[in-house]
């Protein structure tokens, strides 16, 4: 039998007894999830000033992520400690954690720092990285916390104090809860942040949507290849769960260019319980992450938002790309789109590989490069489905976007047919950003279900009908919309007169009431 790893613990062999009575007798103190998230967005009013609203995920998450680590940590020591009958040693055993604390790199070590409380956080953190390299690599992100300017030692003895207001083990707080939090402040935070988020967010409406067309099961792998904070891929896994699959099954894979949005993404992931996933920082287009052999990964669900007509975005790779997803096509060097969806085509796996992705709506019509990779696409039959959503909904933009469906085996009434609808009028109008609601979802989901031509609302639409409009897929040449005729009896036309002129005169009186009142009458 191997022998078994000792790991260190923050604290000396009678400290870890003290440590475990403290746990031990301490009342489990459960949080809602409306504590969590008040409490969790209470530290982004310590940040106000020094750091920009739009970068308050890049000290936020981390800091959460270490405090819910560290007090797990506690958890799992504890529970290991009882299990070994009081036998310090074996509940060291590394085999008993999901994450490892070294020795002096706790949260309660970085909490008794008051001077360079940066350089012991930082430090912390780089050191709990390199005891967890397989799971939590640059975890932790590139955050400046030894950077004085921005961050005062009582800045920052505030801020960790306030994350020491609650217990965030497992006894306290469940991981799904812990994950539904974090998702509140992604979310909180692109509402602040509005127009940089867009690298990082996408509304969760628009992915509900996804995931419904595209039904991941259980036994299936789910990829996202500009996968941001990773909101796609728990989405696949929140569809497996409550459709009753078994989630721990279920693989996902995820790659991200930024690192700071990479590790919020693998965060993310984490503080929802789940274990079995892949999601590395790097450039999709330019160097995949994903490989069987010499080829590019297959994965039976692919889905993304990926950045809206991305200019730079590698087409000096793709003229002799090795892995050959420029299949129909070398796209623009100022446009990305298709680039994405090629490279998303790629990685469907064989026979039942379908995939959904969010494009700006001039992708369907742009002529030239994109027009002959657009026909190569439909000749091919790959595309299912072009849903055209409302306008603002997106963080970053105001113009609309679509959501396109491929599959590379269509089903029979799909077969030699595109289904278009038009749902640019589902959406709850908002004062800096409209919002789709889940009865928008739910709408959208039922015409995309029903598969049939409605008057103003969805056409399918043949191969055909498509080549006739030279492979334009312009939503408004398939789905014309209802004009409403507003109709006016001569009665109602009459009162509406009398009111106009009413109104009039009141203004008129008002008016010379106060030219009198300031002398010019």
């Not at 746990?23 to 920009?52: H, M, Y």
């Not at 819910?68 to 074996?90: F, H, M, N, P, T």
């Not at 955050?143 to 497992?170: R, V």
Request: glycine residues 6%; hydrophobic residues 35%.
């Amino acid at each position: 039998m191997p022998e078994k790893k000792i790991i260190q613990n923050n604290k000396s062999t009678g400290q870890n007894n003290s440590m475990a009575k403290e746990i031990s007798q301490a009342a489990p103190e459960k949080l809602s999830l409306s504590t969590l998230e008040n409490w969790l967005f209470g530290a982004a009013n310590i940040l106000r000033g020094p750091v920009d609203q739009a970068d308050y995920k890049t000290y936020i998450f981390p800091l959460l992520f270490f405090k819910r680590i560290c007090d797990v940590y506690d958890e799992e020591y504890q529970v290991a400690l009882e299990e070994s009958d009081g036998k310090i040693e074996e509940a060291l055993f590394r085999e008993n954690y999901h994450f490892v604390i070294p020795k002096g790199c706790h949260w309660k070590d970085v909490r008794q720092q008051t001077e360079n409380v940066g350089q012991a956080l930082s430090g912390a953190m780089r050191c709990i990285e390199k005891e967890n390299q397989e799971t939590l690599y640059e975890i932790f992100g590139d955050a400046q916390w030894t950077n004085k300017q921005l961050f005062s030692d009582k800045l920052l003895i505030d801020l960790i104090e306030h994350f020491s207001e609650h217990n965030l083990a497992n006894r306290n707080v469940e991981p799904d809860l812990a994950g539904q939090a974090y998702e509140y402040l992604i979310k909180k935070f692109a509402d602040l942040s509005n127009k940089k988020a867009g690298e990082f967010y996408t509304p969760r409406p628009v992915i509900r949507l996804m995931t419904l067309i595209l039904q991941p099961h259980d036994t299936e792998t789910v990829y996202d290849p500009a996968c941001g904070t990773g909101g796609m891929l728990l989405e696949a896994f929140n569809y497996v769960r409550i459709h009753g699959g078994d989630y721990r099954r279920l693989k996902l894979y995820g790659q991200e260019k930024n690192l700071t949005t990479s590790s919020i993404a693998r965060m993310n992931v984490i503080l929802h319980g789940l274990e079995d996933f892949k999601i590395i920082r790097g450039d999709t287009l330019r160097r995949p992450a994903f490989f069987e052999g010499d080829a590019i990964s297959r994965f039976d669900c692919v889905i993304a938002n990926p950045p809206f007509s991305l200019k730079n975005w590698g087409e000096d790779v793709w003229e002799n790309d090795p892995y050959g997803r420029n299949f129909a096509g070398m796209p623009p060097a100022s446009y990305g789109d298709y680039a994405w969806v090629q490279h998303m085509i790629a990685s469907m796996a064989k026979p039942h590989g379908r995939m959904a992705i969010v494009l700006p709506q001039g992708a369907l019509f742009r002529k030239g490069a994109e027009g002959k990779i657009r026909t190569k696409l439909l000749e091919s039959d790959l595309l299912e489905a072009v849903i055209g959503l409302g306008q603002n909904l997106f963080y970053g933009t105001t113009l609309a976007a679509c959501v396109c469906i491929f599959r590379l085996q269509k089903d029979k009434q799909h077969k030699g047919n595109v289904l278009f609808i038009d749902a640019s009028g589902m959406f709850k109008k908002g004062k800096n950003q409209n919002e789709l609601l889940p009865e928008h979802v739910d709408q959208i989901y039922s015409w995309y279900e029903a598969c049939e031509t409605q008057t103003g609302i969805s056409r399918v639409a043949t191969l055909d009908d498509i080549r006739s409009q030279d492979y334009n897929l312009n939503i408004s040449l398939y789905v014309e919309p209802v004009i409403v005729e507003d109709t006016m009896t001569v009665a109602e036309a009459l009162s509406d007169l009398k009111k106009a002129a009413a109104d009039c005169e009141t203004a008129e009186k008002r008016l010379k009431q106060l030219l009198s009142e300031s002398g010019v009458l």
